[in-house]
């Protein structure tokens, strides 16, 4: 039953973390506009997946491999994003 109730919060979470960024990501599609995103912090959160990927490799947990790559590739889109979009959109 322990297990079985770690699986479950383990899920929720790694659901959590992925979907976080994409409220961030359509915002930024929609509006062309992401002057308002921190490039510090993206760069950060992506260098923080990264080594949560490395480390989920070296030690063989897949289910924390996989949750943090989905969460790196959905975190390096709002990334990529910040550079294309980084300033405003003139009126």
């Given at each position: 039953?322990?297990?079985?109730?770690a699986n479950v919060?383990?899920?929720a979470a790694a659901l959590c973390s992925?979907?976080?960024?994409?409220?961030?990501?359509l915002k930024?599609?929609?509006t062309r506009d992401a002057s308002s995103v921190s490039l510090k912090?993206?760069?950060?959160?992506v260098t923080c997946f990264v080594l949560w990927v490395v480390y989920g490799v070296l030690i063989?947990?897949?289910?924390?491999t996989i949750a943090n790559?989905?969460?790196l590739v959905m975190a390096t889109g709002v990334l990529i994003m910040k550079w294309r979009f980084g300033r405003k959109p003139e009126a």
């Open positions: 039953m322990a297990e079985w109730v919060v383990g899920t992925i979907t976080s960024f994409a409220p961030q990501m930024i599609w929609k912090t993206y760069s950060l959160t063989q947990a897949w289910p924390v790559a989905c969460a």
